[in-house]
């Protein structure tokens, strides 16, 4: 994901002077190909994501578009009052672009979790959040990003990330991207660990239940009509994100369900408790938090049946 965001962050700045990129003293060789081709328009500002969230709204001010990469615990969590306070209270468009959502980062720790930072750009008003799922919906996404005249927050993998089948680069906003059929159950996922939903859901295929996986990229401060329209067709809806589900997907989705009156038997699978515990690769991480492919595909067994039992009942 890092190189298709940077890959499609210069043919925008080819077409728009106006296109900036900042740092804080992370991803040279990733950024090389934009320090490059526009020397002029790319600033290391150091170990500095709080100044650089300031030096971005000044640049912002004066008609710059711009876009600020780091680590997205710190491009998130470290600067979140300058972001607030800058480009979110002026409407201005400044993108923070945090690569290593979730527990991309796992051998190093809690500190380079990026857990919260979906939750915490959403309760920002007006600062569009997306966490594509992989390399192609990336650069739909930068493009997408790079019409928007206001504050945007891009979710990224650290890096390997696979194409998702079915997916072809689609992103649009609001708008949930069906990757596999199915009339039995629903998944909706979002970011990197979308191939593990789709995993599950095949594994779930084998056992005769047929489970519609959906990629919500776009995750609106508030409900929209088309994920509303998804969410109706479905008793047993299952919400996957490698974060925390209060402010994430699973809130939104359930928000959706509140204030629409659906009638959807929702779970949610994310991170949850505290930090600290053992630490370990994403793998070990995701499995631990139940996010794994074979853990998803238990969970939403166990929705299947209640839902069939409550079917049932009713």
């Given at each position: 994901?890092?190189?298709?965001?940077?890959?499609?962050?210069?043919?925008?700045?080819?077409?728009?002077?106006?296109?900036?990129?900042?740092?804080?003293?992370?991803?040279?060789?990733?950024?090389?190909v934009?320090?490059?081709?526009?020397?002029?328009?790319?600033?290391?500002?150091?170990?500095?994501?709080?100044?650089?969230?300031?030096?971005?709204?000044?640049?912002?001010?004066?008609?710059?578009?711009?876009f600020?990469?780091?680590?997205?615990?710190?491009a998130?969590?470290?600067?979140?009052?300058?972001?607030?306070?800058?480009?979110?209270?002026?409407?201005?468009?400044?993108?923070?672009?945090?690569?290593?959502?979730?527990y991309?980062?796992?051998?190093?720790?809690?500190?380079?979790?990026?857990?919260?930072?979906?939750?915490?750009?959403?309760?920002?008003?007006?600062v569009?959040v997306?966490?594509?799922?992989?390399?192609?919906?990336?650069?739909?996404?930068?493009?997408?990003?790079?019409?928007?005249?206001?504050?945007?927050?891009?979710?990224?993998?650290?890096g390997?990330?696979?194409?998702?089948?079915?997916?072809e680069g689609?992103?649009?906003?609001?708008?949930?991207?069906?990757?596999?059929?199915g009339?039995?159950?629903?998944?909706?996922?979002?970011g990197?660990?979308?191939?593990?939903?789709?995993?599950a859901?095949?594994?779930?295929?084998?056992?005769?239940?047929?489970?519609?996986?959906?990629?919500?990229?776009?995750?609106?401060?508030?409900?929209?009509?088309?994920?509303?329209?998804?969410?109706?067709?479905?008793r047993?809806?299952?919400?996957?994100?490698?974060?925390?589900?209060t402010?994430?997907?699973?809130?939104?989705?359930?928000?959706?369900?509140?204030?629409?009156?659906?009638?959807?038997?929702?779970?949610?699978?994310?991170?949850?408790?505290?930090?600290?515990?053992?630490?370990?690769?994403?793998?070990?991480?995701?499995?631990?938090?139940?996010?794994?492919?074979?853990?998803?595909?238990?969970?939403a067994?166990?929705?299947?049946?209640?839902?069939?039992?409550?079917?049932?009942?009713?």
């Amino acid at each position: 994901m890092r190189n298709s965001f940077v890959a499609e962050l210069v043919e925008v700045a080819r077409a728009d002077a106006s296109v900036m990129l900042l740092t804080a003293d992370l991803g040279y060789n990733v950024l090389d190909v934009f320090a490059h081709e526009f020397p002029d328009r790319f600033l290391n500002v150091g170990v500095a994501e709080q100044n650089m969230a300031g030096i971005a709204t000044g640049l912002a001010l004066t008609g710059r578009r711009v876009f600020i990469y780091s680590i997205a615990t710190f491009a998130t969590l470290r600067c979140f009052e300058q972001f607030r306070n800058g480009p979110a209270l002026h409407n201005l468009p400044v993108c923070v672009v945090g690569v290593g959502g979730g527990y991309a980062y796992g051998n190093l720790g809690p500190s380079h979790f990026a857990l919260e930072d979906i939750a915490a750009m959403r309760a920002l008003g007006g600062v569009q959040v997306v966490a594509p799922a992989d390399p192609g919906q990336t650069r739909s996404a930068v493009r997408a990003i790079s019409q928007w005249n206001g504050p945007a927050y891009l979710r990224l993998g650290k890096g390997g990330n696979p194409a998702v089948p079915g997916l072809e680069g689609r992103f649009g906003w609001n708008q949930p991207e069906t990757i596999r059929q199915g009339d039995d159950l629903l998944f909706i996922a979002t970011g990197a660990v979308v191939p593990e939903a789709l995993a599950a859901a095949e594994r779930l295929a084998l056992k005769g239940i047929q489970a519609r996986v959906a990629v919500q990229a776009h995750l609106a401060a508030e409900p929209t009509a088309e994920l509303a329209e998804l969410l109706k067709g479905y008793r047993g809806v299952l919400t996957v994100e490698e974060g925390v589900v209060t402010g994430g997907l699973g809130a939104l989705v359930a928000q959706t369900i509140a204030q629409g009156g659906l009638g959807c038997r929702l779970q949610m699978a994310g991170a949850r408790g505290g930090l600290a515990g053992p630490v370990g690769s994403r793998e070990f991480m995701l499995a631990s938090q139940g996010l794994d492919a074979d853990s998803l595909a238990d969970t939403a067994l166990g929705l299947f049946k209640r839902k069939t039992s409550l079917a049932r009942n009713a």
